[in-house]
């Protein structure tokens, strides 16, 4: 995999992401869907496609040992972030979430022996620093629990990430993964469904496009920009999806538009230049 293909994965998958928090916030905030069962629609729904896209290539769906401890990450992850965001608001969560993401790449880097340059560190404080100034508006909506539940989404998620470095072929390490999950979540989508929670059409509507469009082949794809990227790198680019997913809260839920936005949108902006998210040259392979 070269830097043209990351050239045009990498803003599919933010993009992606971005989008499944606009989509998750639409649905929790009308009352569509239960946030649990989204969760089951969303990653059942993920895990038929790309079983479904395996058997069509007539390919062996394979699990087993290395597929455990990435389902395991997606699988705390998908639940604390569904439950998350009841107990904090969404700037100061999505700060709490995406710094323990960074956290735990970087820390992720050094234990593989990397070695993180200061200028991606700078780079990362800046953007950071972009992401709290979306984070002050809400800062009396923060309770304890909320932290803890998106501290632990994104160091799960982060060590989701990590997971697809050195991994398998991407689509295939992903749809077994998915597939690990997808068995685990039966259970308790069954239980939920049959327990009276709020359901409706809308709701598992947006969970089944999130689920196969928006999060398993976004998913796929954004483990095959790990091949490019180092721990770090894959956090620091993390740091534009709070801001595009509060541009396209203005422009889509009619969320109001102020200045806060555009500081925040040029330091994370500012923090990636200086953290050089995207390699520059198809050399700079992930260590």
Not at 61 to 89: D, F, K, M, Q
């Amino acid at each position: 995999m070269t830097s043209g293909p990351l050239a045009l994965l990498l803003p599919f998958v933010l993009l992606s992401f971005a989008a499944n928090s606009l989509i998750t916030r639409h649905v929790v905030a009308e009352r569509l869907l239960d946030p649990g069962l989204l969760t089951c629609v969303r990653f059942l729904s993920g895990a038929v496609a790309l079983v479904a896209l395996a058997v069509v290539r007539r390919e062996r769906v394979e699990t087993g040992r290395r597929n455990a401890l990435p389902a395991l990450w997606l699988g705390l992850y998908a639940v604390c972030i569904s439950y998350g965001y009841l107990h904090i608001g969404a700037a100061a969560g999505t700060f709490v979430f995406y710094a323990s993401v960074l956290a735990t790449l970087v820390l992720d880097d050094r234990l593989r022996g990397g070695v993180v340059p200061a200028r991606r560190l700078a780079g990362a404080g800046v953007g950071l620093a972009g992401i709290g100034v979306l984070a002050t508006e809400s800062v009396e909506d923060v309770s304890l629990l909320g932290v803890a539940l998106l501290v632990a989404t994104g160091a799960a998620w982060g060590l989701y990430t990590a997971a697809g470095r050195g991994a398998g072929e991407p689509r295939r390490f992903t749809t077994g993964n998915f597939a690990v999950l997808a068995l685990v979540l039966l259970l308790p989508t069954a239980g939920l469904a049959g327990s009276g929670v709020k359901i409706t059409s809308a709701g598992l509507f947006w969970g089944v496009v999130m689920g196969v469009g928006t999060t398993a082949f976004a998913y796929v794809a954004w483990y095959a920009c790990q091949r490019l990227l180092t721990g770090s790198q894959a956090g620091l680019v993390q740091l534009v999806i709070p801001v595009l997913t509060t541009v396209g809260a203005v422009a889509l839920l009619d969320e109001p538009l102020t200045a806060r936005l555009a500081v925040a949108a040029l330091l994370v902006g500012a923090g990636m230049w200086l953290g050089r998210a995207v390699p520059a040259r198809a050399s700079a392979v992930a260590r």
